[in-house]
């Protein structure tokens, strides 16, 4: 299957805390990107991080690439409980039109 | 920013029975629009992809005949489940891409969502 990896499947942590997710790919990329769902909502693309870059911060979302190990990941610092949703990478394998996305992960921040 | 709608936003129908569902760009015109389907606390699956003015291409193991695909305008696309069964229980999002679809940063705005539960 060409669909992304994302672990963990499902993180709770304490609001304050950071929140740490991975996704693993396993065909060539030109970007990768990550997106939010909230419980029975439509998606929200967070992040856009291209492949020639390592590292992309966008408010309290820091974002990493590591192309040799087809692998990104996803650091949301200081998680509110609004942040309270599940997070998707997604990407476009070989260069192709169509997005792919990881399995999700579930991220529950509690007061 | 690029806004989608979809209509609508949740739908019962008996087994047997066609539904359709609508896709729209408000404020933008989307050559390009995609059909995903979730299943409860899983990833999107790309079902189809749809072109304006032309066919819509599908994905693998997805029936053509079962999920008809319109997309007659630069900002509609519907999605057409035909005779629905309780297995096509199940969440659709369309999105539409920004953009001639030649760059790889095109972004992709997603609708809310239609939750369809087939009885």
């Known amino acids: 299957s060409q669909q992304g990896e994302e672990d963990p499947q499902a993180l709770s942590i304490q609001e304050g805390e950071n929140a740490t997710m991975n996704c693993s790919y396993k065909?060539?990329?030109?970007?990768l990107q990550w997106y939010r769902q909230n419980s029975g909502r439509g998606l929200v693309h967070l992040i856009l991080?291209?492949?020639?870059?390592r590292e992309k911060h966008s408010g309290r979302l820091r974002v990493t690439l590591d192309t040799s190990k087809k692998s990104s990941s996803l650091l949301i610092t200081a998680s509110r409980a609004a942040d309270t949703a599940s997070y998707f990478c997604?990407?476009?394998?070989?260069?192709?039109?169509?997005?792919?996305f990881g399995t999700g992960t579930q991220l529950k921040v509690e007061l | 920013g690029a806004v989608v709608s979809q209509h609508p936003s949740r739908v019962i129908c008996k087994s047997g029975t066609s539904v359709k569902i609508e896709c729209r760009s408000l404020?933008?015109?989307?050559?390009?629009m995609f059909w995903y389907r979730q299943f409860p606390k899983k990833s999107l699956m790309l079902m189809a992809t749809?072109?304006?003015?032309?066919?819509?291409?599908?994905e693998q193991g997805v029936e053509k005949d079962k999920f008809l695909i319109n997309h007659a305008s630069l900002t509609l696309s519907t999605l057409t489940v035909t005779s629905a069964h309780p297995e096509d229980s199940s969440f659709y999002i369309c999105?539409?891409?920004?953009?001639?679809?030649?760059?790889?940063?095109?972004?992709?705005?997603f609708g809310p969502g239609t939750r369809l539960t087939v009885l």
């Open positions: 999105s539409a891409r920004v953009g001639s679809g030649r760059s790889s940063t095109d972004t992709q705005y």
């Open positions: 404020d933008f015109q989307a050559t390009t």
């Open positions: 991080i291209r492949s020639n870059e």
């Open positions: 997604a990407f476009r394998a070989g260069g192709g039109n169509k997005l792919t």
């Open positions: 749809s072109n304006e003015g032309s066919k819509a291409t599908y």
């Open positions: 065909t060539s990329i030109n970007n």
